[in-house]
């Protein structure tokens, strides 16, 4: 990479790691954060769940596909999760702007500067990412070109209500019809039901569905991941604490895994550094089926909260941190990790064709 300014990234504990600034030359805070997938960050960077976050890719050569043109499939970008890049920052060990990829438009570089998204290369992540794991998720901020700026905790604020839709917005014309709570939702969601055949309607984070007054009637709802902590999304969990009394099905991913435990009367916490990547196992508890999944959240389901009538679903293989819970006998379920991992893993896709069936 062509040298760019000095870029210092300083932690909340006063370490300091030193680099060379590849993306929109301004300083900038947040919740520094890693990710441990080897692929996918046009992907990763349009995710609305690192919203407000400082995003360390921990594999070591970055950019060298980079980055398609944006294509609409679905009234949606093929290729991102989002119409825009939604981290505060990136924060690679090398970057590599002579990219090729026959899909490639631009570079990564040239990206991030058109979306005014700082981004620094150059620092040993390995050793920043052993730092995050001993002492847990920490504020840090990118200092570029000597310019300081203050410290900057994005939990301090609703992050949903910055990422969510403001009206809602219909995809598809035929089918069984979802309506899809928008906490953040990942663009591959929409596509993943619109290929099943069904009908998405899209709709705010705090938006009043179960009311009489609901312009739309649906057959189900799946309440989609974002970021932040699952406690400021109060309107959402009424909502869906009244859609469980109606007894009307329910499927949950991500955040929606932590609001669905929320709205059962459950609590859920913050944990010590996340789980982020398209690595990351989950098995069925009480069986030996193992799934390959890709998730981003920080915040976790305290499963011995669980109330009368649920149980935990999943758990993570690595940390037996909860992975899903479900009802016993009514059509409530969600998962912690993205059955629509887009670049993947699609180990558990059949999680859409299970929602459908019981749709139906």
Not at 236 to 258: K, S, V
Request: a neutral charge.
């Amino acid at each position: 990479m062509t040298p760019g300014p000095d870029a210092r990234l300083v932690l909340e504990d006063g370490t300091t790691f030193h680099g060379r600034s590849f993306g929109f030359p301004r300083s900038t805070s947040g919740e520094v954060v890693f990710n441990t997938g080897m692929v996918g960050y046009n992907e990763s960077l349009t995710d609305p769940s690192y919203a407000g976050q400082v995003l360390c890719l921990t594999y070591p050569l970055i950019g060298n596909y980079g980055v398609p043109g944006k294509i609409l499939e679905n009234g949606l970008i093929r290729n991102f999760e989002s119409h825009k890049i939604q981290v505060q920052a990136l924060v690679v060990n090398c970057y590599s702007g002579a990219f090729s990829h026959h899909a490639a438009a631009k570079s990564l570089a040239d990206w991030l500067n058109e979306e005014k998204i700082p981004a620094m290369a150059g620092i040993d992540v390995r050793a920043l990412t052993k730092i995050l794991r001993e002492n847990g998720t920490m504020l840090g901020k990118i200092i570029i070109d000597g310019k300081d700026t203050e410290l900057h905790d994005p939990n301090a604020v609703n992050l949903v209500a910055d990422v969510s839709i403001h009206k809602p917005i219909v995809y598809g014309k035929h089918g069984k019809k979802v309506l899809l709570v928008d906490c953040g939702a990942k663009n591959n969601i929409i596509q993943s039901l619109l290929a099943r055949g069904m009908r998405v309607i899209r709709v705010p984070w705090d938006y009043d569905y179960m009311s009489k007054g609901c312009e739309f009637d649906f057959d189900g709802v799946l309440v989609s991941n974002g970021p932040g902590d699952p406690k400021a999304c109060v309107a959402t969990i009424d909502g869906m604490r009244r859609a469980i009394a109606d007894e009307r099905n329910i499927f949950g991913i991500c955040l929606g895994n932590q609001l669905l435990a929320l709205a059962a009367g459950a609590d859920t916490y913050k944990l010590k550094y996340g789980h982020r990547g398209q690595n990351q196992p989950a098995y069925i508890v009480g069986e030996k089926r193992c799934f390959i999944t890709s998730q981003n959240h920080g915040f976790a389901v305290n499963e011995a909260t669980l109330p009368q009538g649920w149980e935990p679903w999943m758990r993570n293989a690595n940390d037996d941190t909860n992975e899903g819970i479900r009802h016993k006998s009514k059509p409530f379920f969600s998962v912690q990790f993205h059955p629509e991992a887009n670049p993947g893993p699609t180990d558990t896709a059949f999680l859409f064709d299970d929602f459908l069936k019981v749709i139906k």
